[in-house]
């Protein structure tokens, strides 16, 4: 909503009271309420028009009533008194209405305009504090629905500082710590979210803390690492030496099996003394005498047959 353009028509209506609307007031309504457009002239009323932008909606006279647009589309119905009634309001129902009020014998008694406008009800703000070196970084935001939607945002410093201004999102970088209220609102609704921060020398000390244990642990795991990989390739060494022995066994056996004996190396003195030395005397068995051929024995003569009697 445009509050520029609201402070204009207020002054324009200051500066030029001569003219015939100058009976004008302002609605906020929200959405899917409805609204009562009730006209301030005295007396009874014979004849009321009410008009949106020019086009006319409703007339009543004489206690009837009579709509020239479509009441489904319209939404809006006008009382015995005048008073123009719109209901389940829409951002579109936003409007300038105009009102001429006629007596019975046709005079024009009086007109009166009103500006109506339609919001939707803010939304709940976030309010989001963190400290950065030693101050406070504030920011508080109210999401809206729409592109043109703006609210009023006033964020409150615990020194009681306050910041309105018109948007979605306000930022702070301050050095005060303490309780920060942030408020979203328009004409028609209010809402509010607190937050206490202390952004202290403790800080300071936590923040190094916390570098000096991830320095620490990184450390360890680096040694960790290093010793897992050497302990990794000390057991590969190891498995392929094995390998390679049991490879290489065969083929010494091999070669052992081919060489030929070596020539007896050289005695030592000791071993030529020991070949010097007279070997004792072995005692002497008596001669055993010569076995004697057997004789031979004459070959035996066979049997006669014997007859059956």
């Known amino acids: 909503m ?21 009976s004008t007031s302002w609605i906020y309504k929200a959405v899917n309420e409805t609204a009562l457009l009730s006209i301030t002239a005295p007396g009874s009323i014979y004849e009321a028009t009410w008009r949106r932008g020019g086009q006319r909606l409703v007339q009543v006279k004489d206690n009837r009533a009579k709509h020239f647009v479509n009441k489904e589309q319209c939404r809006c119905a006008i009382l015995r008194n005048g008073t123009l009634q719109i209901q389940r309001l829409e951002k579109e129902d936003s409007g300038n209405y105009t009102v001429m009020v006629y007596q019975k014998d046709g005079k024009l008694k009086a007109e009166e305009n009103i500006m109506l406008f339609v919001q939707e009800p803010v939304p709940q703000p976030i309010l989001i504090a963190e ?30 500082q306050k910041n309105p201004k018109n948007a979605t999102v306000v930022e702070w970088l301050v050095r005060n710590s303490g309780t920060f209220r942030c408020v979203a609102k328009n004409q028609i609704s ?3 979210a607190e937050k206490g921060i202390n952004c202290s020398g403790k ?9 000096a244990g991830g320095a620490v642990f990184f450390v360890i795991f680096v ?14 060494n190891e498995v392929y030496e094995e390998e390679r022995v ?15 004996p070596q020539a007896p190396s050289k005695p030592t003195p000791r071993q030529q ?7 004792p005397p072995q005692p002497q068995e008596p001669p055993q005498p010569r076995p004697q051929p057997r004789p031979r024995t004459q070959p035996r003569t066979p049997n006669p047959p014997r007859h059956r009697p």
Do not use: H, W
């Open 2 to 22: 445009n509050f520029r353009r609201i402070f204009l028509i207020k002054c324009l209506l200051l500066l030029f009271p001569s003219v015939k609307c100058s």
């Open 131 to 160: 400290c950065r070196n030693k101050s406070v970084s504030v920011k508080c935001e109210a999401k809206q629905k729409a592109k043109d939607e703006v609210f009023l945002i006033e964020l409150t410093q615990p020194n009681g």
């Open 190 to 192: 209010e809402k509010m």
């Open 203 to 211: 800080m300071d000390f936590y923040l190094i803390l916390s570098i």
């Open 223 to 236: 040694i960790c690492l290093i010793y897992c990989i050497r302990r990794k390739k000390t057991k590969r």
């Open 246 to 260: 049991m490879q290489t066994l065969p083929t010494d056996r091999e070669r052992g099996m081919r060489e030929l």
């Open 273 to 279: 003394r020991l070949q010097q030395r007279p070997l």
